[in-house]
């Protein structure tokens, strides 16, 4: 199957920093990309839908100005979390599709751990 | 927007005994329809999907049926082994705009005691 990349799968930082999570696809074109947010136990909320050279586009609820989604290139996707606060802490997922097919391929996940 | 319930929460079955969850929504316009396993701490996996068009769908121990008029799709899993255990999402999508996108159920806790 397509292999998603994400990285990096571990980050602590302090409150008040930004940190950058990158979604590669490394053997297809992916034209959409989504972004998720798990806490412990609980199910994936999706945050937004990346489309290549298209605007982000968010679910409500979430901070379009606090989690920036940049959808370069048709297989890279990047999640910016600016000023990072404790309660921003969770697992974040990436997925990605591609041309003519439904199935979406997960990254590893990224833990985001803010102090 | 798209409601999507999943029902049970949590599932204990013997090893051998079978398992169904089942996965109800709302937008009569969704048109594809996986099953995810998600193991703690590990990325989801998709194990089955099924699309509008068909109403059943089996891969060795595991299938999914479909009922679009009444809005629901199930999972069954067959003989179950310990390494069933996990937990299971169902995440119908519906298109918006000119693309999909995906709402997962709440999740299903399966565990198999031998």
């Known amino acids: 199957g397509a292999v998603v990349s994400q990285h990096p799968s571990w980050v602590i930082c302090k409150s008040g920093t930004s940190v950058k999570i990158e979604c590669r696809s490394l053997?297809?074109?992916?034209?959409?990309m989504f972004w998720y947010r798990q806490f412990p136990k609980q199910s994936l909320m999706l945050m937004a839908t990346?489309?290549?050279?298209?605007?982000?586009?968010?679910e409500q609820g979430v901070e379009k100005d606090k989690f920036l989604i940049n959808h370069a290139s048709l297989t890279l996707s990047t999640l910016t979390v600016t000023s990072a606060h404790p309660e921003d802490s969770s697992f974040y997922i990436c997925?990605?599709?591609?041309?003519?097919?439904?199935?979406?391929?997960f990254g590893a996940g990224t833990r985001l751990s803010v102090l | 927007g798209e409601n999507v319930e999943q029902h049970p929460s949590t599932l204990s079955v013997q090893e051998g005994d079978s398992a169904v969850i089942k996965c109800t929504y709302s937008?009569?316009?969704?048109?594809?329809f996986p099953w995810y396993k998600q193991e703690l701490g590990k990325r989801p996996q998709l194990i089955i999907d099924?699309?509008?068009?068909?109403g059943e769908k089996k891969d060795q121990r595991i299938a999914v049926t479909l009922n679009k008029t009444a809005k629901h799709f199930s999972l069954h899993i067959t003989e179950t082994q310990p390494e069933d255990s996990a937990v299971y999402f169902c995440?119908?999508?519906?298109?918006?705009?000119?693309?999909?996108?995906?709402?997962f159920g709440a999740g299903t806790q399966v565990v198999v005691t031998p």
């Open positions: 053997d297809f074109q992916a034209t959409t």
């Open positions: 990346s489309n290549e050279g298209s605007k982000a586009t968010y």
């Open positions: 995440a119908p999508e519906r298109l918006t705009d000119s693309w999909g996108k995906f709402q």
């Open positions: 099924i699309r509008s068009n068909v």
């Open positions: 997925s990605a599709r591609g041309y003519a097919f439904n199935i979406q391929y």
């Open positions: 937008d009569s316009a969704s048109n594809y």
